[in-house]
């Protein structure tokens, strides 16, 4: 099953994210992963516009964001904006960019 999201922010910029899970494995807690893992995608998408992160972020890191995903799912968590900030912070600085 692929999910492909296209991100879009208020001054016109867009992009497209895609995940993809194997048919065998499309329970509801996958379908819940890949969902969280579209809306961190989101997220930082909205972050770069702001230039809180660098631009590209959210392309680069999408598998951290699915793993990032299935941690919030597993660990049946509610504050998915508190997570994810948290998650920014061990990463910073952006070494890699």
Avoid at 60 to 67: A, I, M, Q, R
Avoid at 76 to 82: F, I, K, S
Wanted: charged share 30%; net charge negative.
């Amino acid at each position: 099953m692929k999910q492909k999201m296209e991100v879009k922010d208020n001054l016109g910029n867009y992009g497209f994210l895609e995940f993809e899970i194997p048919a065998e494995n499309q329970t509801f807690q996958n379908r819940k992963i890949i969902m969280m893992g579209m809306e961190f995608s989101r997220m930082a998408g909205i972050l770069e516009t702001l230039g809180n992160v660098p631009e590209g972020y959210s392309s680069k890191h999408k598998l951290d964001f699915l793993n990032w995903s299935k941690e919030f799912v597993e660990k049946n968590l509610e504050d998915a904006v508190l997570f994810f900030e948290k998650k920014l912070e061990s990463v910073k600085p952006w070494n890699d960019e």
